[in-house]
């Protein structure tokens, strides 16, 4: 997973705009704890309290890597709060984020959703070369090149 300092090293743009903030609780099985979203063109920040003066970073989440889903009834959330919340997840890491209304789930979501998909469409067509060692296969009849290109869609 690229991180950000391994951008800046790479000399691409560092510039970072805000998009949309605002609180959201974050629910991972019978704990939660109150946060702030902090959306950028290429990520999302995840930190503690918006309140405070100095506030403690939690997650920085590669928006290529976030996947959302809509939220069902479980024993942890009930019907009045799965309609204000949403599936947030990336490698290693779901959550359960609930905002304070229904109005502000659908805005996150719009916001989320758009962010995701041109994120993801700025990064399709991009090819990455694999190496693939295929004298150890007893069984491979194909002749295929030691290197291949693959094309992530």
Aim: proline fraction near 3%; glycine fraction near 4%.
């Amino acid at each position: 997973m690229e991180t950000l300092s391994e951008k800046v090293a790479h000399g691409e743009e560092n510039i970072q705009y805000l998009v949309f903030n605002g609180p959201v609780e974050l629910r991972r099985g019978c704990s939660s704890r109150k946060c702030h979203l902090h959306l950028y063109r290429d990520f999302l920040v995840v930190t503690n309290s918006r309140c405070k003066i100095n506030f403690k970073i939690k997650y920085i989440i590669p928006l290529s890597t976030l996947w959302m889903g809509e939220c069902v009834v479980t024993d942890f959330v009930g019907p009045s709060r799965a309609r204000k919340s949403i599936l947030l997840g990336w490698p290693m890491e779901n959550f359960v984020a609930t905002f304070r209304s229904s109005v502000k789930k659908r805005e996150w979501w719009t916001v989320l959703q758009r962010s995701i998909d041109e994120h993801k469409q700025k990064d399709s067509g991009k090819s990455i070369t694999l190496e693939i060692l295929t004298e150890d296969i007893p069984s491979w009849n194909t002749v295929c090149s030691q290197k291949t290109n693959i094309i992530i869609v």
